[in-house]
């Protein structure tokens, strides 16, 4: 009688053994991270099936769990995402996946290996085990080195063995209801102006078994609801206009369920934007006749009164005909400084006179504001004039410019015309008399004089007279205009 | 062997043995040299032990005021070491030690791989405020959390490697996108050394798992409630 209930015993719990363990299990390539991201071990995949299956676990076989991966696209080893978890269930019928991954496995400098397990219920996307280790060669050490393992080889058994030793006595195929997916959610745009339209779509999965929606809504803000409408399949979207009034504005998808529950999911904010975007231009040039004046090469710098991220922008120079002399324009925030170097797009000099910056921006809502500048370009040197006349007790040299440009500095330089230096002056004022004293009369010496010029732009000229008292003479020495003897017919 | 120890005492006046006498005596006894070199011993284990106290530094901006915790999303952990693949290394692990000793439920890495995607946001990227509510949201997860490996690396020892792991972690509530505290642990597999090379940890994923739980086990007496609990 003992032994029959010994027996009876055995047998129940046996029975009750192998129903506990009566589940199928796809094991998933697993991912070795020391071949890199797209590393993969199929000698410990098939290690790992080969130990499920002497557990009297069902394995799926790998060419089915490969032939799934490559139908839905799945390109990552070590884990999935939830609709695909459940994909594996309707697909392969398995009950669990166990994924691993070999976190590292080097010989060199000591044997090491180590490696992460995990399993996941597929009716419910829940980890429902997951068993972390890591093995040296230095971690075995035995009387005498005797078992001691010798390599990688000898390693991973010992800590796969290791892992797999807590793997839980029953394993439970039910678990909660699978929850409902969203799959994707896009909102568009999230910056617009008032009266723009805004559009939500979703893609929603719900599992076998799980509850039935009855309606998808989208909250806008606090108290406003959209019916989504159903575009194709498990697919929905609504459209509508911004409000006027300008303000960010919350988005959640409502699924309200059969049984009653609504479930909620935040979508995202959109940002309804009524202001253009504020800002000035700064050029480094100097101020003449009240206009920013350069010689060349012009920083220009927008300067923000209410700084806001911008979606693109652009900005051109051009001339007083509309010609485009330079631009460039982007996606993105501003640059903090621009340089024009007065050059035209053929790469010559632009010729001296007023040119147009245009700098347009537009805000991520599409607001766009327009901010211009006028500029003067003058690149060519100034022109020196130099008259010269005969005073009481010396000779007065007259220096002006003809360029509307002021003066920064100016210098002359009076010498003979063996070298010898007479005198030497210099200034910032223009027009300006410089008076030399007459040289003696016995000094049969030429007079010469070098005059430079700075504009206050840094434009710079240098001329030379070789005979001053040419200058004095000039109405002397000029022939008289020839007069006219006869009629000339006219044409 | 006969050991003297001078503590400066003055002898007795009344002819009575004074202190360095009596010392000298007592150390004259075999039971207690036998009883000192165990002395020692301890000493020794409980001196090597106490390296393994370092305890992670731990940072809090907010106060949690929500139920236990019983579902959390990892984002993409940034590598900021050398050691190749060191982030997923330590996210996998961490991963696995959530739900094995703290029984927490962590969100898909595809999950959150999807949504990356889908809100344009690169994997060394950190997520917007905002983006952190969808993902909570979308994930049905209590807390977000971010890591950053800033050291991962094996150094070579005498006949053994020591691996050296820091590591930062960025906690922040789902639903309103802040961050709740952050914590900071660096560790090295000598700390763990008991006598000779008892007690090393050789591996860079068992430093991993070492670090995991100690952070986790960290937060917890910090006041974050368990699951269930």
Redesign the interface.
Known sequence: MKRFLIITLLTMTTLIASYAQAVTVAVFPVED??E??NGVNFTLTEFLQQNLQEKGIEVIPTDKVISFMSRNRIR?L?????S??YQVRDDLGADFILFG?V??RQEL??A?????L?L?RACD???VW???????K??I?NFFAIDEPESLDDLFPVLAQQLLSSWPAVLEVTGQNP?IV?????LSSQHVKPGDEVSCSVKIRTPAGGETISQVLLRIGEDNYLDMVEVSPNSYAVFWSAPDHEGLLPV?LVLRCQSGRAL??????YQIDTHSPKLNLKVAGKNVNNFMAFNGRLPITPVWLDPEPLSHWSLFIQNMGGQVMAGTENKGSLPQRFVWNGQRPDGHKAEDGIYEIVLTVWDRANNSTVSTKKVFLKSTPPIPVINAAVGNDSLIVTLDSEDEIPVDYWSAEILYSDGEVLLQSQGTDLPVDVLIPFPSPSDTRQLEAVVCMKDVLGNKAQKKIDNLMQLVNVEDDQPEPPKQQEWVPEF | MLRTINLNRPSSKNGSLNFNEQITIIMNFPQFRYFSIFLLLVVILLGGSSCTSSRPSHGKKNVYEGESICSVALLPFINGSRF??GN??MQ??F???L??IAGI??A????V??IYR?LRIYPNQLPSI?QI??L???L?VQLVISGRITEME?K?GD???NPVLAVTLQVYDAKRGKTMWNTYHRREGTDYRKVM?FG?V????????IISDEIIEEWFAEGMKQCGK
């Open positions: 991270l020391s890199g991201r990552w070590g884990f999935l995402g939830t695909h978890i991954t976190s590292q400098p000591l090491a290996f180590g490696m992460v995990t996941v996307a829940r980890t997951t068993e972390v280790g890591g093995m040296s230095a971690d050490s929850g969203v799959e994707t959610s896009r959640s909620v999911f935040f979508v995202g904010n | 190749e693949q997923l290394i996998r692990v991963a696995a030690e739900t094995r439920e962590v898909s890495e595809g999950d791989q999807n889908e905002e509510r969808v909570g949201s979308r049905d094996e070579m006949n053994y490697v090379h090393l050789n591996t860079v994923t068992q430093l991993s798992r």
